[in-house]
């Protein structure tokens, strides 16, 4: 299940992808460990990783749309030293298998290249064909994007924005104001920046607008973090917005933003996966090699489980991402419930990693510090995902918005397949207005937990699962509790768990995945519920018939000996599988 950059050889995808995949192993693995590591220390600007990108055309082959790329010349900028780039498209399946694999080497690698993504996303969505053709033809060249949504004294909200836009009075504006942690800000060709114009109020005056990080106007000002990566604040200066700039205004704009971070933060699942697979290689093959008092540290009952633990979530992260990316690909306006599992893979996800890496660090103890590890860089970035990009209580409201309809209101689709064929996820880029989320309609969430209630602890999951439903019916959350977002949030951590299991057990009958790995995740959702239950009783807000529902519903997981040790014999056969190349 994890990815190994020793064996890796994606023979799902397209003879294009998969030579673009290996040389880009090959480039980090001729470059070294010591490099890479010497590299984070210093905190080295990555101009050889984006050198070796744009000889390669590789973010120009992943991220240019079908229809853009016939507007632009298949190759590089230099094409008498460079490949040509065919099979452009924009690809779900692909790009996440980009992004784990740039997780896996390293955050800063993953966010220049999610933060393209980012920038990317309100060109694509937009009727103007110049930006959309300046943006090919970028990518071609090799240039990196930038997103620039955010504001130091206002973060992500979007009705707040002081980047004024000033009409000239000849259809163009004047555009003032600054932004702030906004990757690549420093070397990227467009920016996508949003703001709003001082002559009208509301959302009818928001704008989105390309700007050029080299325009004498835009004055960069500084790296805000203290990292490899260049996450930027700057300040635009009277900077000239003609006509020919603009890529939304009014509510589309608005639409823009909020579409281009469904597209976008997506990505944030398969990074965390790939920090935690390079981080576990190194932590199961120390521990198992580290002696004490005679034994291996991996004799140890408490090692095992911890060991056992975490790469029994790990795999549980794998399988529902890669499920997620399905119903990415079969999106289409009939068909939104993307939309729900979007959230879920960025708050569920990367949490389930930082936990995946606390377990190891518990195992491997002061290694986890050693600067020559990657253990210990993982240990830092792993936190950004849920805490930074993927803010956990945002999203965690915002997947509340789905839970009626999922739960009580199932319609009837077609069965969504495996999606590894090299089509162009083009609907991405038209979802429409952002609203309706509380309308989108779902499958019947049973289905998957009923076709494996063979296994003990799924059937005791969804025990758990149906006593939820039942605290909706007979206790829902009052007015006032509706309002109190602590609360909700203990409500929202349960029904995740239902949402996050669904699509684990469906990527796991795809896969066949071995029952008794699949037992053993379920054996930790029923732990994981049971405590996200005993933190519904201890709220405050909680009422004594609630309180009384979540005692009812701590379930034990069902034991078995023999499963332990068949998931805990493929834990080991972790130890020594991969080692970077020095």
Not at 17 to 23: D, E, K, N, P
Not at 31 to 45: A, E, F, P, S, V
Not at 263 to 283: D, P, Q, S, W
Not at 530 to 537: C, D, M, Q, R
Request: glycine share 6%; proline share 4%; with cysteine.
């Amino acid at each position: 299940m994890l990815f190994n950059p020793h064996t890796y050889d994606p023979t799902h995808l397209d003879a294009e992808s998969r030579r673009l995949l290996l040389a880009l192993i090959a480039f980090f693995e001729d470059r070294g460990k010591k490099t890479l590591i010497k590299n984070y220390i210093d905190r080295t600007w990555y101009d050889d990783f984006l050198a070796f990108s744009a000889k390669q055309g590789l973010f120009a082959t992943f991220l240019t749309p079908a229809a853009d790329a016939s507007s632009t010349a298949t190759a590089v900028s230099d094409p008498a030293s460079s490949p040509a780039v065919p099979d452009k498209r924009w690809d779900t399946a692909r790009n996440a298998a980009l992004s784990e694999i740039l997780g896996f080497y390293g955050l800063d690698y993953w966010y220049t290249w999610q933060v393209t993504v980012l920038g990317l996303g309100p060109v694509w969505q937009s009727a103007n064909t110049h930006q959309r053709r300046r943006a090919a033809e970028l990518l071609d060249d090799g240039h990196v994007m930038a997103f620039a949504l955010s504001e130091r004294g206002h973060g992500a909200d979007i009705y707040a924005t002081d980047m004024i836009l000033t009409p000239t009075g000849d259809g163009g504006f004047t555009a003032s104001g600054t932004k702030y942690y906004i990757g690549n800000g420093n070397v990227a060709g467009l920016v996508s920046v949003f703001g709003r114009r001082s002559d009208i109020e509301g959302p009818d005056g928001y704008v989105f607008f390309a700007a050029d990080s080299r325009h004498e106007n835009y004055h960069l000002i500084k790296n805000v973090v203290d990292k490899q990566m260049y996450v930027s604040t700057f300040e635009l200066a009277d900077y000239p917005v003609d006509a020919a700039d603009v890529l939304h205004t009014g509510k589309a704009a608005f639409d823009a933003a909020l579409n281009t971070v469904n597209v976008g933060k997506f990505n944030l699942c398969t990074a965390a996966i790939g920090i935690c697979e390079h981080a576990m290689y190194e932590a199961v093959t120390h521990a198992h090699r580290r002696m004490l008092y005679g034994r291996p540290v991996t004799a140890f009952p408490h090692v095992r489980r911890e060991l056992t633990d975490a790469y029994a979530r790990l795999v549980a992260m794998k399988l529902f991402s890669d499920r997620a990316v399905d119903y990415f690909r079969s999106a289409g306006p009939e068909d939104r419930r993307y939309l729900l599992f979007n959230p879920m893979t960025k708050m569920k996800v990367t949490t389930e990693g930082e936990k995946v890496v606390d377990l190891m660090w518990d195992v491997i103890a002061a290694k986890g510090f050693e600067a020559d590890t990657y253990f210990d860089k993982a240990a830092m970035d792993i936190r950004g995902l849920p805490k930074l990009e993927g803010t956990v209580h945002v999203n965690l409201a915002l997947i509340l918005k789905f839970m009626p309809q999922y739960l009580f209101n199932p319609d009837v689709f077609e069965p969504v397949p495996t999606r590894h064929d090299p089509a162009d996820d083009e609907f991405l880029f038209r979802q429409g207005p952002a609203r309706g989320l509380g309308a989108i309609r779902f499958h019947d969430w049973r289905i998957a937990y009923d076709a494996r209630a063979d296994l003990p602890n799924v059937a005791r999951f969804r025990e758990q699962a149906d006593g939820f439903c039942d605290l909706l019916r007979q206790h829902a959350p009052t007015d006032e509790q509706q309002k109190d977002l602590d609360f909700l949030l203990s409500v929202g951590h349960l029904f995740a768990l239902i949402v996050y299991g669904q699509l684990i057990l469906e990527q796991a009958a795809l896969a066949g995945i071995d029952d008794r790995l699949l037992d053993e995740i379920f054996a930790i959702l029923v732990r994981d519920f049971s405590g996200f239950a005993t933190e519904l009783h201890g709220k405050a807000a909680t009422t004594p018939e609630q309180a009384e529902w979540a005692l009812t519903r701590i379930r034990r997981p069902v034991a078995d000996t023999a499963r332990d040790a068949a998931v805990w014999e493929q834990v080991l056969s972790l130890v020594g599988a991969y080692e970077m190349t020095p």
